[in-house]
């Protein structure tokens, strides 16, 4: 019987509110708060007629730390669940260490002016967390998240020795539409045109031999612009990083066709994604993490087409004597993602492919959950893209509620350098310090959480794969 | 010896004065006048630098009938050569009718408001124009003009009657981006994406068998849109016009990988364009014409895509407080058409592939010009589209100034039922009266026309296309 305080009501944060709406027996006490009140009215008057029961609403500044603060010191929860902006990470852990109450979110910080995005910041709060008592829970999504989750289980369960992780995340849904982006097109779009990176501390596997050259994105492409490109997409280099190196690689320039169980051979292409940088510290044995994201063509040839002409500028232009920047142009033509939820269909996939040693023999496993937009959009009011979000969050929510993790629960150590962490997390990860400080999901005990994604909606299916490639099935949630 | 006054100083305007200027027998005195005197001066200075003299400048509002009579006035020339924008042909005429001075154009009258175009409000000042004992010549650029002096070409020598014309405008041009358009993108993409047409009075070749479906422009089209649609390109009928009818065709609908002599085979789309209005009237025994226009893959696919998220439309939107209308947000980033000149390579190649009747045999002649970008820049510093546009105004301008075409010279009267003509134009094309009126260029006789396309920079070639498919040359104005 807990009170939380959730942050955030867009579309994933419909999601989580609902969720914990039907746990009641965990979720006592619910306050929705965002700057915007009517947005949680809206999610709040849905709850009560689905017969969910009432939540309480409010307005927040979550940009400021003192209006987070006094929200905070107004409810005192237990438990803070963040699922507004990346970009107000570090106001609301801010707020959560001054009022001494525990912390979860769902996407690391991210700078405002880029499409950058680490840790580092939120680790550095790992010290006084500490020394607070309090629990702070970083990226408890599905990706990241899950996929966190999923790597730790098979640590635990599968395998002596992990050596690579490929993630895939595969949106197979439909919006029937020829072009829109599924969230905020202006954060989407730069996104994925920006520069990949993948983790490698083996040079065999730093050739990535199983991918193929882009032949789609780049179709439509010339050498030639008329405009100058941002620097994000083009400085391309190697990093030094808890002994291995990151790759940089340009946007979209490496791809394969992956076989996703149920769903079939999509293009996937080669991505940074922010799991990956935990994952190196906590996955021991790793030699190579890499993460893949589908792209159809008409996506790809919509998104080189608008930078080709320049629409996806981040720079402020002239045009007839008003000031505009293109990119955000775009966003007042595509649709609103809003509008998708309840005209989307077909699944999402997403799953880890991991490979490594068992018993001295080598072993794959691929872990997987599949999410039917429409089942979702039923269920929550959301299409699959922030219920696979919403319901970890909840989940994560659920267990920190329970005492089954954070303070007192048992952790899972990284491997023991954080010589290149900043200062205040030169402890994170190592010292348990009875459970308090700054965590990735990796790091807590992966069986609670799973046993939650096959009661949440979210059932997950492992297999083992023969070096034949045959499939099969060693546990399947559904059933 | 005559004094002409040229109004209009963009891309054609450029190649009109300078070409004029390399013809000083005949043009002795050049008046060019637009409204922003500074594109005069480039010009004129252009002129001057490459050794062809002096010409005159002036400033003029060719919108308003009175500032062009003005202009008229203060200069008596012989001739108005009118390459400024289409929407001001008609201002421009009624200053010639009121000023007795003789008139020609490249390009039909537009209205301002809408992508439509047609000869008819000009054919009403047919009668005036006869009346006032002046010469009206319209559309005397490549296509329209050479396209119709071709079509009359073939009539004099190569046939006895026609059957059927296609008129094929390929761009094989490259400007090294992936995506700009050759003059202003509002006119140019809105024109490209309107429905399509060709006339026809035989039912066998209305079906069109030797065309296909468009796979490329569609591609990546979805039926659903977020936006709605303008009404122009979907509202497809037939109408009847001179003995057959027109028939509407969805935007770029229906294609056709014609080969194109020294250039090679390209996809050609059926589109409509102004010289088929008056050629149906003027080739006797006319069963059909269509016209073609080559577009690349990448071109349509960039096109789509923009159409697609919303960025052709025309009506204004809300952004971020302002009013934007999304095309000319396009127009402002892409490339200024008039910098594509200096960069663009390859060549264009123009022609009318033509089916009829000689000595009672089918016959089968292809008429053409092939056009060099980059020597067209070298010679008058524009790019091959402006070049073939601007140097037949100017032979169509010698040749009245000669009195070779115009007041006292023969012409080829029209198939002689005017009974659809709007008032003033009742005796188009029929009654020559000692030659004033207002004409199409396929009423004058194409001899000397044709014999200055040769000394003037677009040298024609003739063959004759066997059942085969053999071409046989039977006159190439390059040797």
Redesign the interface.
């Known amino acids: 019987m807990a009170c939380v305080l959730q942050i955030g009501a867009g579309g994933v944060g419909g999601v989580v509110a609902h969720k914990m709406a039907m746990n009641r027996e965990v979720f006592s006490r619910i306050i929705l708060a965002s700057r915007t009140l009517d947005k949680c009215k809206v999610i709040a008057d849905s709850i009560k007629q689905k017969g969910l029961g009432e939540i309480e609403i409010d307005c927040v500044d979550a940009d400021s730390v003192e209006s987070m603060v006094a929200l905070i010191e107004k409810y005192k929860p237990k438990l803070v669940v963040n699922v507004a902006l990346p970009y107000q990470d570090l106001s609301i852990m801010e707020a959560c260490l001054r009022t001494k109450t525990h912390y979860l979110d769902t996407a690391n910080y991210e700078h405002p002016d880029s499409a950058h995005f680490e840790y580092k910041e939120q680790w550095a709060y790992d010290t006084r967390y500490k020394q607070a008592g309090i629990f702070g829970l970083l990226g408890s999504g599905f990706d990241p998240g899950v996929t966190n989750v999923f790597c730790a289980y098979a640590q635990k369960h599968y395998f002596d020795e992990i050596h690579s992780i490929d993630i895939l995340d595969c949106n197979a849904g439909d919006h029937?539409?020829?072009?829109?982006t599924n969230f905020n097109p202006e954060i989407n779009l730069r996104e994925v045109s920006s520069k990949a990176r993948f983790w490698v501390k083996d040079e065999n596997l730093a050739q990535n031999t199983d991918l193929k050259k882009d032949t789609i994105y780049r179709k439509?492409?010339?050498?030639?612009?008329?405009f100058s490109l941002e620097a994000n997409t083009q400085d391309l280099k190697n990093e030094d990083y808890f002994g291995g190196q990151w790759q940089d690689i340009a946007p979209l320039d490496l791809m394969k066709e992956w076989e996703y169980p149920e769903v079939g051979v999509k293009n996937s292409y080669l991505l940074y994604h922010e799991e990956l940088e935990s994952l190196v510290r906590n996955i021991k044995g790793l030699k190579r993490i890499r993460f893949f994201m589908t792209f159809g063509e008409?996506y790809l040839?919509?998104m080189k087409?608008?930078e080709?002409?320049?629409?996806l500028?981040v720079d402020e232009?002239?045009?007839?004597g008003?000031k505009?920047v293109?990119i955000?142009?775009?966003k007042?033509?595509?649709?609103d993602p809003a509008?998708l939820a309840p005209r989307t269909k077909g699944q999402t996939h997403i799953g880890c492919y991991i490979k490594g040693i068992k018993d001295g023999k080598d072993r794959t496993i691929y872990i997987y959950n599949i999410c039917d937009h429409e089942a979702c959009y039923k269920e929550v009011n959301a299409q699959g893209v922030s219920y696979t979000t919403g319901v970890p969050a909840m989940i994560g929510a659920k267990l920190i509620c329970e005492g089954k993790w954070g303070i007192g629960a048992a952790k899972i150590p990284n491997n023991a350098d954080n010589s290149d962490m900043p200062k205040g997390g030169e402890f994170q990860g190592i010292d348990s310090h009875n459970g308090g400080g700054v965590w990735n999901m990796e790091q807590n005990d992966p069986d609670p959480f799973m046993a939650e994604l096959n009661k949440q909606g979210l059932p997950y299916v492992v297999c083992e794969i023969d070096s034949n490639g045959e499939r099969k099935i060693l546990e399947d949630g559904r059933k």
Chains 1, 2 share one sequence.
């Open positions: 029937g539409y020829a072009f829109a439509f492409e010339r050498e030639e612009k008329h008409s040839t919509h087409c608008l080709n002409v320049g629409l500028r232009i002239e045009h007839n008003q505009i293109p955000q142009v775009l007042t033509l595509l649709p509008s």
